[in-house]
Nanobody, 126 residues
Framework: VQLVESGGGLVQAGGSLRLSCAASGFTFEDYKIAWFRQAPGKEREFVAAISRSGGGTYYGDSVKGRFTISRDNGKKTVYLQMNSLNVEDTAQYYC????????????????????WGQGTQVTVSS
């Protein structure tokens, strides 16, 4: 099982980035996918989640209206489009997979997810 994040980098406040999470080694369409982030000295924070089919999405309050999660099951990839970035979005971003159904509200505890990627760094400068 492998999840590989990419697309991070340095961007100015107000800018945009698109993160990708490429999956392999498991039946991708049977898993919901979430993005989390972790800034230095802070707990890992739920960012967004998407259901197996892509029909259901949920967002953390701090990113709602600015970030969009999507998935392409044919490419076994999940995306996180991040717009209107601010310095508070600076963190290591991780994707995670879990085979249970996406609930309403979604589970935001990182321990609820089975598989994790290594992360990609996003740095927003003022």
């Amino acid at each position: 099982v492998q999840l590989v994040e990419s697309g991070g980098g340095l961007v100015q406040a107000g800018g945009s980035l698109r993160l990708s999470c490429a999956a392999s080694g498991f039946t991708f369409e049977d898993y919901k996918i979430a993005w989390f982030r972790q800034a230095p000295g802070k707990e890992r924070e739920f960012v967004a989640a998407i259901s197996r089919s892509g029909g259901g999405t949920y967002y953390g309050d701090s990113v709602k209206g600015r970030f969009t999660i999507s998935r392409d099951n044919g490419k076994k990839t999940v995306y996180l489009q991040m717009n209107s970035l601010n310095v508070e979005d600076t963190a290591q971003y991780y994707c995670a997979a879990d085979h249970t159904i996406l609930t309403d509200p979604p589970k935001r505890d990182p321990s609820s997810y089975e598989y994790w990627g290594q992360g990609t760094q996003v740095t927003v400068s003022s």
